[in-house]
Every structure is written in structure tokens, then in C-alpha cells.
């Protein structure tokens, strides 16, 4: 049986948690987030505990067993806590900018790329080579933070571009001289 699936969920103080029909939602200080149930995973909702039981052994159903229970973790945290995402620029004349609903990202191209912010997220710019991507749903901080690094890559040689607060980017030798 799976080692996740199995776990209980405590439901934190501040957090509501309903089930109606296929869709799980939760209410918390941050928002609200659902979540729709597959038919073979059963949710239990207890006074402060949530238990994913499955209806079968089937080869689907204990895949998605886990699944179900890590993407209820993610949804409790995320309404009571929320996600967020540091990244950093290196590069000389490298620089992000937030101007309202939009991330202005100078990476070394002739023009400079503007990426549109989803509306359930938030982007703070700690410097001009620094910003947090914020937002209480984590698949949607992850994929933005990841399609931001995506303009500009930290290449190997002199370790330039964009990369998340904290990554080890391996650098690489350059060549050699000739004797």
C-alpha cells in the first residue's frame, strides 16, 4: 500500500474543508482551492482529519492513491500558508522589472521579454536582480517560476541567466590555451 496514500491529514485551525460529490474544496485565510476526486479514490473528512482510501487494487487506483493525498497536502498548505518561488538573475546588465500586471525581463536579447502575471499569483521584486513569485496554488507558482527561468537559461561557462534562489548551477572549464 502506498506509504503516502496512507498518511492523515490534519486539517489546520484555520481551514474548511468540504465534499461534495467529486470535488474537494478548501477555504482558508489565502483563498479558496478545489479539487476534483477520481471515482476510485474515496476521501474520508473527520473533524480535523482527512484519510484517502482506495476502492480497489487495481493498478490505476493505487497510482492515484499518493497522488490524491499530496495534491490535498498541497491544497491545505497552500490556503493557509501559500508558495513561493525566489529568482535571481546573473549576468551584466541583467535585470527584471514589475511594472503592474507585468514581468519586464532584460536578459541580454536586443529587446527585453515581457511576460504577462496570472492573476492568482503575485511577483515582488526584492531587487533589481531578484523577485519572489508568490500565490497559494503550487503547480501554478512552480510552472510560472519555471517558464521565467526558461528566458535565459544559467549557462555552465560563466554562469549567466536565470535561476532559482539557492540552485548549484556546475560549471564547466573553458578551453585551453595552445603551447
Known amino acids: 500500500m502506498s506509504r503516502i496514500g496512507k498518511r492523515i491529514l490534519t486539517i489546520p485551525d484555520n481551514v ?5 460529490n467529486d470535488t474537494l474544496t478548501v477555504r482558508g485565510p489565502k483563498g479558496q482551492l478545489a479539487l476534483n476526486i477520481p471515482e476510485n479514490v474515496i476521501v474520508k473528512i ?7 482510501e482506495r476502492k480497489n487494487e487495481e493498478l490505476e487506483t493505487r497510482s492515484l492513491h499518493g497522488t490524491i493525498n ?9 490556503v493557509s500558508e ?4 525566489g529568482l535571481e538573475i546573473v549576468g551584466v546588465g541583467y535585470r527584471f522589472n514589475v511594472q503592474g500586471a507585468k514581468l519586464v525581463i532584460n536578459a541580454g536579447y ?5 511576460l504577462d502575471i ?3 499569483l ?3 521584486g526584492v531587487s533589481n536582480t531578484e523577485i519572489v513569485v508568490k500565490g497559494m496554488d503550487k503547480q501554478a507558482v512552480g510552472e510560472f517560476a519555471a517558464n521565467i527561468r526558461k528566458v535565459r537559461k544559467p549557462e555552465p561557462y560563466k554562469g549567466k541567466g536565470i535561476r532559482y534562489k539557492g540552485e548549484y548551477v556546475r560549471r564547466k572549464e573553458g578551453k585551453k590555451a595552445a603551447k
Open 118 to 120: 496570472p492573476s492568482n
Open 110 to 114: 536586443s529587446h527585453p521579454i515581457t
Open 82 to 85: 501559500g508558495y513561493q518561488k
Open 122 to 124: 503575485t511577483v515582488e
Open 46 to 52: 473527520d473533524e480535523k482529519e482527512i484519510t484517502v
Open 16 to 20: 474548511t474543508v468540504e465534499l461534495n
Open 70 to 78: 499530496a495534491l490535498i497536502t498541497n491544497l491545505l498548505i497552500g
